[in-house]
């Protein structure tokens, strides 16, 4: 997550400990550092989207299934992306009035598809088992064979 920081060549803040988890004093540290971009995961995101916060242009979210977005001045945009994959499968824009939270759609290089018990794909719409596919996924599990299989 910290390489496309600084291939944009932007200035990363290492998170003291006592601030990861205080929401507040967080919000501040961001604001007194003039923060733009951050990461948040998404239940620290959703507690942190309560206060008003005038440095960020947008807020990246990811981890868990975003279940609230309060309006913001800046852009929230929800990553999904599982372990086997790397970072982030799927992106996008939250917009005001969105009344389902979606996980967005797969990045460049990646693809997603719902397949039903069967393997086969399913129809838009209809619940399955969501399976990516791409350049960032993992070719296997280290040392873990029953897993990889």
């Not at 440095?55 to 975003?66: A, I, P």
């Given at each position: 997550?910290?390489?496309?920081?600084?291939?944009?060549?932007?200035?990363?803040?290492?998170?003291?400990?006592?601030?990861?988890?205080?929401?507040a004093?967080?919000n501040?540290?961001?604001?007194?550092?003039?923060?733009?971009?951050?990461?948040?995961?998404?239940?620290?995101a959703?507690?942190f989207?309560?206060?008003?916060?005038r440095?960020?242009?947008?807020?990246?979210?990811?981890g868990?299934?975003?279940?609230q977005?309060?309006?913001?001045?800046?852009?929230?945009?929800n990553?999904?992306g599982?372990?086997?994959?790397?970072?982030?499968?799927t992106?996008i824009?939250?917009?005001p009035?969105?009344?389902?939270?979606?996980?967005?759609?797969?990045?460049?290089?990646?693809?997603?598809?719902?397949?039903?018990a069967?393997?086969?794909?399913?129809?838009?719409?209809v619940?399955?088992?969501l399976c990516?596919?791409?350049e960032?996924?993992?070719?296997?599990?280290?040392?873990?064979?029953?897993?990889?299989?």
């Amino acid at each position: 997550e910290v390489y496309p920081y600084l291939l944009a060549g932007a200035t990363l803040h290492v998170i003291p400990e006592e601030l990861r988890l205080d929401v507040a004093g967080l919000n501040r540290y961001m604001e007194e550092q003039g923060i733009t971009i951050s990461f948040l995961p998404t239940q620290l995101a959703e507690q942190f989207m309560r206060l008003e916060n005038r440095s960020l242009k947008t807020l990246l979210v990811g981890g868990d299934r975003l279940q609230q977005v309060r309006p913001q001045p800046y852009r929230v945009v929800n990553n999904y992306g599982p372990t086997e994959n790397t970072v982030v499968t799927t992106s996008i824009e939250v917009k005001p009035g969105m009344e389902v939270l979606p996980i967005g759609k797969p990045i460049a290089n990646n693809r997603v598809y719902v397949l039903g018990a069967d393997g086969r794909l399913v129809p838009v719409g209809v619940p399955g088992e969501l399976c990516v596919s791409g350049e960032s996924l993992a070719r296997g599990y280290l040392g873990r064979p029953e897993l990889t299989a």
